[in-house]
Nanobody, 128 residues
Framework: VQLVESGGGLVQAGGSLRISCAAS????????MGWYRQVPGKQRELVAS????????NAADSVKGRFTISRDNAKNTMSLQMKSLKPEDTAVYYC??????????????????????WGQGIQVTVSS
């Protein structure tokens, strides 16, 4: 499975940006996709996620009301629309797709370690 992110870049605070992830390869059975972000010296954190069946979404409290995640199962793509961006949103954003063994209200409680895939990451920089 290959995940390729696109759409990152530099934006001013208060602006908007849309990033996308295209999945290819053996994607059958991958029932969960998410966006994570990481800044140097900190752990990677979940930004938002969506299940491929039912489209159940979850988002971190820090982005609720500002970021919207969506997916297109037919095209094997996922996007994150980001609005009202803040400097603290600056990070490398990673696309993730995995096969969750247990999904509870869209939250991936446990997953198959052999079917957990990451994109290469894309930089999003929000200037103040």
């Amino acid at each position: 499975v290959q995940l390729v992110e696109s759409g990152g870049g530099l934006v001013q605070a208060g602006g908007s940006l849309r990033i996308s992830c295209a999945a290819s390869g053996s994607t059958f059975g991958l029932n969960y996709m998410g966006w994570y972000r990481q800044v140097p010296g900190k752990q990677r954190e979940l930004v938002a996620s969506v299940t491929t069946e039912g489209g159940v979404t979850n988002a971190a409290d820090s982005v609720k009301g500002r970021f919207t995640i969506s997916r297109d199962n037919a095209k094997n793509t996922m996007s994150l629309q980001m609005k009202s961006l803040k400097p603290e949103d600056t990070a490398v954003y990673y696309c993730n797709a995995r096969q969750c063994v247990s999904l509870i209200r869209g939250i991936c409680v446990s997953y198959s370690g052999s079917r957990n895939y990451w994109g290469q990451g894309i930089q999003v920089t929000v200037s103040s």
